[in-house]
């Protein structure tokens, strides 16, 4: 069974930081792409940040030089960390693995920037 759980959301007020991780089982994790989502309130599912299989990354404009995606094949966990956070970042943040025809999410986290 797949299974992609997030963790590390929570209420951070603006100009702080968060370290979000994306723990994967079930599947060989070196072989996935894996990405990183957001859905705020009445908003689209937006791609934040996404890393390929051999390294590279590519980010949403809007949090470029902000936020780094990084993996840990080791332990089958992808990271976002988040720096420098904004109201406008508040959402439902969401890890995604996809490999071939497979395509993974997990649960989802909460973030809330606020003062």
């Known amino acids: 069974q797949v299974q992609l759980v997030e963790s590390g959301g929570g209420l951070v007020q603006p100009g702080g930081s968060l370290r979000l991780s994306c723990a994967a089982s079930g599947i060989i994790f070196s072989m996935y792409r894996m990405g990183w989502y957001r859905q705020a309130p009445g908003k689209q599912r937006e791609l934040v940040a996404t890393?390929?299989?051999?390294?590279?990354?590519n980010y949403a404009d809007s949090v470029k030089g902000r936020f780094t995606i990084t993996r840990d094949n080791a332990k089958n966990t992808v990271y976002l960390q988040m720096n420098s956070l904004k109201p406008e970042d508040t959402a439902v943040y969401y890890c995604k693995g996809t490999a071939g025809g497979n395509m993974y999410w997990g649960q989802g986290t909460q973030v809330t920037v606020s003062s």
């Open positions: 890393m390929f299989i051999g390294g590279s990354t």
